[in-house]
């Protein structure tokens, strides 16, 4: 039907997607209580061990009592729903329409589709009480420097930011605080307290369960429990 409209007329029913989008993912996941939203590569197989790290960090954190959210597709995707439904916990996939399709995994027990990806960014913002953020490639990028933007522009209260694995990492921190920090001064000092690195699913439960004990932070205060991310 859309198809066939004139510009403006799709762009008018195009609003009304846009909120049939938002209001499902509100009436979803309004009542899921505190969550954790995961992302990561959706090419690492079963056999990965950022794949098996991913089921035992989302296993760990189901436990406590947090939701698991994911994009939904494979790879840690699946990883993190995987461990989130053998511990019984929420399991919840945000997947999206893509050219080449995504194939929602089995472990979801809350399943949303959106067509627009700004849709779902929300989805794993406004109900996440902290970023896990597994090696990836441009999209797992893509929800990390979103992550930071939104810290560093005072646009989303501070919230953990966890990098899982500091050997994959590790570059992309040196190259933040050497050249956009100390060589160009195109970030401030504290911007790179808006993240950590972990190695352990017990260390990214402390910090993650920490942060939700304590009171809201403020401004670029850092989580208790949050080191800078080159520590």
């Given at each position: 039907?859309?198809e066939s409209m004139d510009r403006p007329v799709k762009d008018l029913w195009r609003?009304?997607?846009?909120?049939?989008?938002?209001?499902?993912?509100?009436?979803?996941?309004?009542?899921?209580?505190?969550?954790?939203?995961?992302?990561?590569?959706?090419?690492?197989?079963?056999?990965?061990?950022?794949?098996?790290?991913?089921?035992?960090?989302?296993?760990?954190?189901?436990?406590?009592?947090?939701?698991?959210?994911?994009?939904?597709?494979?790879?840690?995707?699946?990883?993190?729903?995987?461990?989130?439904?053998?511990?019984?916990?929420q399991s919840i996939g945000l997947n999206i329409e893509l050219p080449h399709e995504?194939?929602?995994?089995?472990?979801?027990?809350?399943?949303?589709?959106?067509?627009?990806?700004?849709?779902?960014?929300?989805?794993?913002?406004?109900?996440?009480?902290?970023?896990?953020?597994?090696?990836?490639?441009?999209?797992?990028?893509?929800?990390?420097?979103?992550?930071?933007?939104?810290?560093?522009t005072l646009r989303q209260a501070s919230f953990p930011v966890i990098l899982m694995?500091?050997?994959?990492?590790?570059?992309?921190?040196?190259?933040?605080?050497?050249?956009?920090?100390?060589?160009?001064?195109?970030?401030?000092?504290?911007?790179?307290?808006?993240?950590?690195?972990?190695?352990?699913?017990?260390?990214?439960?402390?910090?993650?369960?920490?942060?939700?004990?304590?009171?809201?932070?403020?401004?670029?205060?850092?989580?208790?429990?949050?080191?800078?991310?080159?520590?």
């Amino acid at each position: 039907m859309i198809e066939s409209m004139d510009r403006p007329v799709k762009d008018l029913w195009r609003i009304f997607r846009i909120m049939a989008e938002f209001t499902e993912g509100f009436e979803e996941l309004a009542s899921v209580g505190p969550a954790v939203s995961i992302f990561g590569s959706a090419r690492a197989t079963p056999e990965d061990r950022y794949y098996q790290l991913a089921v035992e960090t989302a296993r760990e954190i189901a436990k406590a009592g947090f939701g698991i959210i994911t994009g939904g597709g494979g790879g840690i995707m699946e990883a993190a729903n995987k461990g989130a439904a053998e511990a019984g916990g929420q399991s919840i996939g945000l997947n999206i329409e893509l050219p080449h399709e995504q194939i929602p995994n089995e472990y979801q027990n809350i399943s949303l589709n959106f067509r627009y990806f700004f849709c779902r960014k929300v989805m794993f913002l406004k109900y996440a009480h902290g970023f896990i953020v597994f090696p990836g490639g441009y999209g797992t990028m893509d929800e990390f420097c979103e992550s930071l933007v939104l810290i560093q522009t005072l646009r989303q209260a501070s919230f953990p930011v966890i990098l899982m694995c500091r050997e994959y990492w590790s570059g992309l921190t040196e190259w933040l605080e050497e050249t956009m920090l100390k060589k160009h001064g195109y970030i401030s000092p504290e911007d790179l307290d808006v993240f950590t690195i972990a190695e352990e699913p017990a260390e990214a439960l402390k910090i993650i369960f920490e942060f939700k004990e304590s009171p809201a932070p403020s401004g670029l205060a850092m989580p208790p429990g949050m080191k800078r991310g080159k520590s």
